[in-house]
């Protein structure tokens, strides 16, 4: 989508290996996301960030980090993949004005963890 | 905090029908309340939102929802669907203040001829 971008699109990993997820938006927006999406889970809210340097935990976070060193760029770490960390990983960006409050999601990154 | 449930994971029906996509929140706070669509192999798009003012709220290709704050409801509607409709559709919900976006688990949108 247009001012978000998400790189890589799929990767294929080994079971212990670190990885990393790279969320970049050209809007300056201050929050930014990262979810999983899982069938039957809908989309989990895996870490945020709430400007630089500025990061929270969501609902699963175990096994995942993330850094802000700049405000257009939100890295997602898993320091030791495991299976059950396959995955659609989707980064999302806030607008917070009073006409564009909402959220703003990337094409999203499959990981597949063998 | 927020939670949202989504009533059905499959809805299937006829092309040229209509349908309901129910979604229910929980908030001890007002909220702001979203639909979003996810076509196969695609990323999210936002198809219509709930902010403030009218409770009815429309998208461009021919969807509404209703805020109901007494039945804390958010059910997605469209008079007549089409084979194009066939997605995944997300309800989802933000409390005023918060700093989160909760999801539900989906509904399955599958349009038969």
């Known amino acids: 989508d247009a001012g978000i971008t998400q790189s890589p699109r799929h990767k294929v990993t080994e079971t212990g290996t670190p990885v990393t997820l790279r969320c970049h938006q050209t809007e300056n927006h201050r929050y930014m996301y990262w979810y999983r999406q899982d069938p039957g889970h809908g989309l989990r809210l895996i870490h945020y960030s709430y400007g630089v340097k500025d990061t929270d935990k969501g609902e699963v976070s175990d096994g995942y980090s993330v850094s802000r060193s700049k405000t257009e760029d939100f890295l997602l770490t898993l320091e030791s993949a495991t299976s059950s960390q396959t995955s659609v990983y989707f980064c999302?960006?806030?607008?917070?004005?009073?006409?564009?409050?909402?959220?703003?999601f990337g094409s999203g990154t499959r990981l597949t963890v063998v | 905090a927020q939670s949202v449930t989504q009533l059905d994971s499959q809805v299937p029906v006829f092309e040229e029908a209509p349908v309901e996509l129910r979604c229910n929140y929980s908030?001890?706070?007002?909220?702001?309340l979203f639909w979003y669509v996810q076509y196969p192999n695609q990323g999210l798009q936002l198809l219509l939102k709930?902010?403030?003012?009218?409770?009815l709220v429309e998208s461009i290709n021919g969807f509404e929802a209703e805020f109901n704050k007494s039945q804390t409801s958010f059910h997605l509607r469209k008079p007549s669907v089409h084979i194009s409709d066939t997605a995944e559709y997300f309800c989802?919900?933000?409390?005023?203040?918060?700093?989160?976006?909760?999801f539900g688990q989906g509904t399955r949108l599958t349009i038969n001829p």
């Open positions: 989802a919900v933000s409390g005023w203040g918060a700093q989160k976006l909760v």
């Open positions: 999302a960006i806030r607008g917070d004005g009073s006409t564009n409050y909402g959220y703003t």
């Open positions: 908030s001890s706070v007002s909220v702001y």
């Open positions: 709930y902010l403030s003012g009218s409770t």
